[in-house]
């Protein structure tokens, strides 16, 4: 697959994965998800779901360091920033032979590393974010796709990306 593929597959998953309505409750449900797939299949993973810039929920797996909320932090603030997955925004960034910095923005608080997911209201838009960290970026990604497409009943074949 080339970044071309990736950032098209990416744009039908963040289209495809939006809520009708997204509340604290489903908030709350979306992370248990996680947790409970990351527990099944013992990652050691961090999880966050903020909603616009409360956190809502957030469970560390055995396995996860202190980096690992540094690293969900610095993906959150692209989802939050750019209305795109963390991993869209840094196939973009390499596709261009850009760096966050050229954008103006400090390394040390936004990652351009897959794992962080828009939560998209249709009508509404963005109004928050999933993020998971601890595993290889595009297994991050391919982790919260899972966990939406499984909370909204998509399938999860034609959406998930393709192994490298």
Not at 15 to 33: E, M
Not at 37 to 55: F, K, N, Q
Not at 141 to 154: D, G, P, R, T, Y
Request: charged content about 25%; some cysteine.
């Amino acid at each position: 697959m080339t970044i071309e593929d990736d950032l098209s597959r990416i744009a039908e998953q963040e289209q495809a994965l939006s809520f009708d309505a997204f509340d604290l409750t489903t908030a709350w449900q979306l992370g248990k998800l996680l947790q409970e797939l990351g527990t099944e299949r013992g990652l050691g993973i961090a999880i966050d779901v903020t909603l616009h810039s409360m956190p809502v929920f957030y469970a560390a797996l055995p396995g996860v360091t202190p980096d690992n909320v540094n690293w969900v932090r610095r993906k959150r603030n692209m989802v939050l920033r750019y209305f795109r997955s963390s991993y869209a925004s840094g196939l973009k960034l390499r596709k261009d032979g850009k760096t966050v910095e050229d954008n103006g923005l400090d390394g040390a608080d936004y990652a351009p590393h897959g794992g962080s997911f828009p939560i998209n209201v249709k009508g509404t838009g963005c109004i928050g974010a999933v993020t998971v960290s601890g595993l290889p970026q595009r297994d991050d990604h391919n982790l919260v796709v899972e966990a939406l497409a499984l909370m909204l009943a998509k399938d999860l074949d034609t959406l998930r990306l393709s192994a490298l």
